[in-house]
């Protein structure tokens, strides 16, 4: 009984003792291993601008934000790994970038009170808050991006697709199952014929799926890849000359490096995304200013204005955008993980405020609350243009389909309720 | 002189043949399995059960079960990532289907399906050997891994196609689940890996050691003197499953809590079993335990010491961890080809004639 005390208050002691003197941002990167080329400019955008707030406003309300960053590597043991330790060290909110160390860190942190930010992959259903109250999914999630694909092939044809078929193409894990779901009720409702074609990770050998869209010669293909099959697909596609303008991937595939390597071929690919692409935002010109110029830059530097830098610099900005609503809730400028939920519970982005910040239409104006923790999936397209190897957005954040959405969410949720016992909250 | 047999009379037939018949070594034992059941769980935080002693737990059950297999019976292979995923699929069905059930028969059962499945895969190496074998055990990671991703009745008809642990008690007490306390995770896996390790050790002591021993060492002889090839090859199969089941069941339930089956077995789990008993020593049970500590601990070590102590960025630390750790292999394996075992074996032999060692 005395040991038990004694290790009772040496635990207690440990979990007081992380120094209150920085707002503590963990970055569970990967920029080694099959997924590299993805987690690099995601994690040097999501770096950079923790720097850049540290460097021009001397932090976040004065508190300067430390990131640690911790290499996964995409596996899920070293993530549990990174995720116990740094979790001592005052953690305000982890973004795994993984759907499978998402899954493993759902109940962990809703366990240990940290807020998990998993923007536009993880778990759809984490959406509704009343179940997860610890998970965020805003601005968009897995399922907007599969009305999206189809809200935008439903305008291409004049509002209907009966009678055409669409070909999913997918990394057979977690990740690429996600949607399938949502387009089986999507192809019901508007009539389109949905074909699977799994993609055994990590994707480079994709001869036979591609044998069969040849074969099929299916209307549209969506992609939902990532890494080193991304680059392998839209090579394929060249090879067996399928049209790229009817080639959509998900936002995670939708990146320089994934259409680089085809080169000339890759022109007119396009994907979904939530926030928008290019350097022409005059936050960046601060980056230069601020960080570049100083040698602050995370990685090698070279990524800034890259689809992914720019998704890793809008995550960090929404982290830092919650964190300032939370000081601001509770009144003070030393927060912790349970203030960081309330202020991303409470997080309102407006137009004004990403213009204040140097980054006007950066990505659709929204807000969360109690029962949305996914936001209201505003869904705009990409296409890359292989001449001036730029990728350019082609409409503007549009509404995705949620009556077919949310009753998806309302019953994955619910079953995730009743596996784990959770009571709804926010009532 | 630590270990020495001078002074150390045996008076009966059962102490003579007990497990370490050095009373040094004897001791040393008891002292392990004192700090490990008495001191370790009072002390334990989230972060040493996660992150080291739970993986060090597992991967050794799982080497003392391939150990079995490949350094006791001498029959290769490479479809442990793929007997895991049996282990842990067969404990989800169970503890999704029976939640009032203990989790100590569930792992139990768990093992015992994994058993089955992998005396089904043994059945071609009666007739095949060597590389042949390890091509055909290649089949069966490549099989159950395909099966589990393929069919939904597996994952309970989920999205993602993924696996959640559920909480499960034992006796009151949460063992899986985010909610279970570092101690009572550190204890269940320990109890296992106890009750593993003395098994295998006293199987392969026995009649039954002896058989797989003679099997691997030269079939035909051992068939000339009267060991059935098919009843030695199918119990080592049994066995070594077995035990990779329960480690496949715990390290879904209890360590990961969530499990993709492609990513979490895959032929890279396979191999890296196989590089613990390797690198440990192939026909010891202490080899899989130094094994499993060399490879876990490892990674982590290197990390510690070059990102938060050096502060070296984070990938270059991740590439030298692979340069490190493959040329730790290499030198170990040409100096020591007989692994950490053998080491341990000499070590002691010095030992015994220290101070005066002619």
């Known amino acids: ?427 | 002189m630590f270990y020495r047999e001078a002074g150390d009379f045996k008076l009966s037939y059962v102490e003579d043949s007990q497990t370490f018949p050095i009373r040094f070594d004897r001791y040393r034992y008891y002292a392990v399995l004192a700090v490990a059941f008495g001191v370790i769980p009072f002390i334990i935080n989230d972060y040493w059960a996660n992150a080291i002693l739970l993986p060090f737990l597992i991967y050794a059950i799982a080497s003392i079960g391939l150990n079995i297999l490949v350094g006791y019976c001498g029959q290769v292979s490479l479809g442990t990532g793929g007997f895991m995923a049996v282990g842990a699929y067969a404990c989800y069905k169970l503890m999704t289907a029976f939640p009032e059930v203990s989790m100590f028969i569930h792992v139990l059962l768990a093992g015992g399906i994994t058993a089955l499945v992998c005396v089904l895969f043994g059945l071609p190496s009666l007739r095949i050997k060597g590389f042949y074998l390890a091509v055909a055990t290649l089949a069966a990671q490549f099989f159950l891994v395909w099966l589990f991703n393929r069919v939904p009745w597996f994952y309970n008809y989920s999205a993602s196609g993924q696996i959640n642990a559920p909480e499960r008690e034992v006796f009151g007490i949460l063992i899986t689940g985010p909610n279970a306390p570092a101690w009572a995770t550190y204890l269940f896996c320990l109890i296992f890996l106890t009750f593993c390790a003395l098994v295998a050790r006293n199987l392969t002591r026995g009649t039954q050691g002896r058989t797989w021993m003679a099997i691997r060492d030269m079939d035909i002889a051992a068939e000339i003197i009267g060991v059935n090839p098919l009843k030695a090859k199918m119990t080592a199969f049994a066995v070594s499953g077995f035990f990779v089941g329960i480690a496949g069941a715990l390290f879904f339930s209890v360590y990961l809590g969530a499990v993709e089956v492609g990513e979490a077995f895959g032929i890279n789990k396979s191999f890296l079993v196989l590089f613990m008993v390797i690198i440990g020593g192939l026909g010891s049970i202490f080899g899989s335990f130094a094994g499993a500590a060399f490879l876990v601990l490892l990674p982590v070590v290197l990390k510690v010491v070059g990102v938060d102590m050096l502060g070296w960025p984070t990938d270059i630390v991740a590439h030298f961890q692979l340069v490190i750790v493959g040329a730790l292999i290499v030198t170990f394996l040409i100096l020591e080809p007989h692994g950490l075992a053998q080491l341990w074996r000499v070590t002691k032999e010095k030992l015994r004639l220290w101070p005066f060692p002619h």
Request: with cysteine.
């Open chain 1, 1 to 427: 009984m005395k040991l038990t005390l004694t290790s009772l208050a040496l635990s207690a002691v440990m979990a007081a003792s992380p120094a209150l003197a920085d707002l503590v941002f963990p970055d569970l990167s990967y920029r080694t291993g099959p997924y590299a080329a993805g987690g690099i400019p995601f994690s040097d955008g999501y770096n950079d601008y923790f720097t850049l707030v540290n460097e021009r406003d001397g932090g976040i309300g004065g508190i300067k934000a430390r990131v640690i960053e911790c290499e996964t590597g995409y596996n899920t043991e070293k993530g549990v790994e990174c995720y116990e330790s740094t979790k001592g060290e005052g953690a305000l909110v982890y973004q795994p970038l993984s759907t499978g160390i998402t899954y493993q860190l759902i109940p962990k942190v809703t366990a240990d009170g940290i807020p998990l930010h998993t923007m536009g992959y993880g778990r759809t259903s984490a959406a509704n808050g009343k179940v997860f109250s610890n998970v965020f999914n805003y601005p968009a999630n897995y399922w907007d991006g599969a009305s999206g694909v189809v809200n935008y092939l439903l305008e291409e044809n004049g509002g209907d697709l009966k009678g055409k078929t669409i070909s999913l193409l997918y990394h057979n894990s977690a990740y690429g199952k996600e949607p399938i779901r949502t387009l089986e009720n999507l192809a019901a409702k508007h009539g389109f014929e949905l074909k699977l074609l799994p993609v055994d990770h990590p994707g480079q050998e994709q001869k036979s799926q591609w044998l069969q869209i040849r074969r099929d010669r299916p209307d549209y293909v969506v992609m939902w890849g990532w890494g080193v099959m991304n680059q392998v697909a839209i090579q394929e596609a060249a090879n067996v000359r399928y049209p790229m303008e009817n080639f959509i991937g998900v936002w995670w595939s939708g990146a320089e490096h994934d259409v680089m390597p085809a080169g000339a071929k890759a022109d007119g690919y396009k994907a979904v995304t939530f926030h928008n692409v290019g350097r022409d935002f005059p936050v960046f010109d601060d980056v230069q200013k601020y960080v570049v110029d100083k040698g602050l830059a995370a990685g090698a530097g070279d990524q800034i204005g890259n689809v992914l830098y720019n998704r890793g610099f809008y995550a960090a900005m929404l982290a830092v955008e919650a964190a300032r609503k939370a000081q601001e809730i509770h009144g003070t400028a030393q927060i912790d993980a349970a203030m960081m939920r309330d202020g991303m519970e409470a997080l309102e982005i407006t137009e004004e405020r990403m213009t204040e910040l140097g980054m006007p239409r950066f990505g659709p104006s929204f807000s969360v609350s109690c029962e949305n923790h996914g936001g209201p999936g505003l869904v705009g397209v990409t296409q890359w243009d292989a001449d001036t190897q730029t990728w350019s957005m082609i409409s503007g954040f549009n509404p995705t389909d949620r009556e077919v959405i949310d009753a998806l969410i309302a019953e994955d949720s619910a079953a995730y309720a009743a596996e784990n016992n959770i009571e709804d909250r926010c009532n």
